[in-house]
C-alpha cells in the first residue's frame, strides 16, 4: 500500500537514528479503545512504533512492503512482521487478522502519506472493531535545532531549499502537516480531517546522528540517483562548523501532527 524502494537503501540508518516516540501516545491511544486484542502497525518500517504499540496489546501484526525494512525489524515476542507485497490482495491482508472486525487499534507512524489511501482505509474499515476499533496516523515535518546559531539555522535552510526539487509527491501531505490528508473516519476528539493534533518530539543529538537523521532522508537516495549530492563534502564541513564541532550536543525538535478516528456508525 506504500511505495516499494523509498527506504531500502536507508533501512539500517532509519533503524540507528530516527527518534523515538513519547510512550504517552501509545498510552493514550490504548485508553480509547476498550480491547486490548490485536494491533495493526501499517508500514511499520523497523518496527519502530509497532514495539510501543505491544506495551498496551496482547498482538500486534506489523506490515510493511519494503524487506529491507522488515529485515531491520526489532524483535519483540507480542509483535508479528509480515512482508505484504502490492500483489497480496484486501482478502488475502484481512485473512491475516484472522477475519474482519478482528482489530482494536491501527496504527500507521510516519507512511500513510505513501499509501494508496482509498485502499487502505477500505481495509481499515473493514479490520476495525465496531464501533470501539481506532486508527491513528502521525508524522513530523523536518526537525528544526533548538537554541541553534544562526549560522547553523541559515545553512540547514539551504539544504531544505536545496533538497525541495527531489521530494517525492507524497511529501506534500507532510509539509502541510496532514491539514489536506483525506481521513475519512469520525473524529474521537484527537486530531480529525483537516485539524490534525499538533505533538512535539525532542531528540538530544551529537552532530554525527544529526547528519545520520539527514542521510535517512528518502530525498538523499533519490536526488543522488538523479546525480545531485546534498551531502557533498562542503555541505557536510559547512554543517558542523556551524553545529559547533562533533562534542556539541543539540536537542532536535520535530513538530509532529495526528489524525485519530474510529469508523462512522453507518445507521
Same mark, same amino acid.
Given at each position: 500500500? #506504500?511505495?516499494? /524502494?523509498?527506504?531500502? $537503501? ?5 533503524? *540507528?537514528?530516527?527518534?523515538?516516540? %513519547?510512550?504517552?501516545?501509545? =498510552? ?22 509497532? +514495539? ?15 524487506? #529491507? ?17 502490492? &500483489?497480496?490482495?484486501? !482478502? ?6 484472522? /477475519? ?8 500507521? #507512524? ?11 482505509? &477500505?481495509?481499515? $474499515?473493514?479490520?476495525?472493531? $465496531?464501533? *470501539? ?16 546559531? %544562526? =549560522? ?9 531549499? &536545496? ?8 511529501? &506534500?501531505?507532510? +509539509? ?10 469520525? =473524529? ?13 518530539? $525532542? ?12 542521510? *535517512?532522508?528518502?530525498? +538523499? =537516495? ?6 545531485? !549530492? ?18 556539541? +550536543? ?13 469508523? #462512522?456508525?453507518?445507521?
Amino acid at each position: 500500500m #506504500a511505495g516499494v /524502494g523509498l527506504f531500502d $537503501k536507508q533501512a539500517e540508518v532509519y533503524l *540507528s537514528v530516527r527518534p523515538k516516540y %513519547p510512550r504517552e501516545w501509545f =498510552s493514550m491511544l490504548s485508553a480509547l479503545t476498550p480491547h486490548h486484542s490485536l494491533a495493526w502497525d501499517a508500514g511499520t518500517g523497523n518496527g519502530q512504533a509497532a +514495539i510501543d504499540v505491544a506495551e498496551f496489546y496482547d498482538q500486534v501484526i506489523a506490515t510493511d512492503v519494503s524487506e #529491507a525494512q522488515i529485515s531491520h525489524s526489532m524483535p519483540n515476542p507480542k509483535v508479528k512482521y509480515i512482508h505484504t507485497p502490492h &500483489s497480496m490482495s484486501d !482478502d488475502e491482508l484481512i485473512a491475516m487478522f484472522g /477475519g474482519e472486525g478482528m482489530v482494536d487499534l491501527v496504527t500507521v #507512524a510516519t507512511a500513510v502519506h505513501w499509501f494508496d489511501l482509498p485502499r487502505f482505509y &477500505s481495509v481499515v $474499515k473493514r479490520l476495525l472493531r $465496531k464501533p *470501539s476499533g481506532i486508527i491513528a496516523v502521525w508524522s513530523y515535518r523536518n526537525f528544526t535545532v533548538d537554541d541553534a546559531p %544562526p =549560522s547553523l539555522e541559515l545553512t540547514m535552510k539551504r539544504l531544505f531549499e &536545496s533538497a525541495h526539487p527531489y521530494w517525492n509527491q507524497g511529501i &506534500s501531505a507532510v +509539509i502541510d502537516e496532514y491539514r489536506t490528508l483525506p481521513f475519512p473516519f469520525e =473524529s474521537v476528539g484527537l486530531g480529525s480531517e483537516g485539524a490534525p493534533l499538533m505533538l512535539e518530539m $525532542k531528540q538530544e543529538a551529537s552532530f554525527e546522528v544529526c547528519l545520520r537523521v539527514i542521510k *535517512s532522508w528518502s530525498v +538523499i =537516495s533519490t536526488a543522488k540517483e538523479q546525480g545531485v !549530492d546534498l551531502l557533498n563534502e562542503g555541505m557536510v564541513k559547512e554543517l558542523e562548523t556551524a553545529w559547533g564541532g562533533t562534542d556539541v +550536543i543539540r536537542t532536535l525538535n520535530y513538530k509532529t501532527f495526528m489524525l485519530v478516528g474510529k469508523v #462512522a456508525n453507518q445507521a
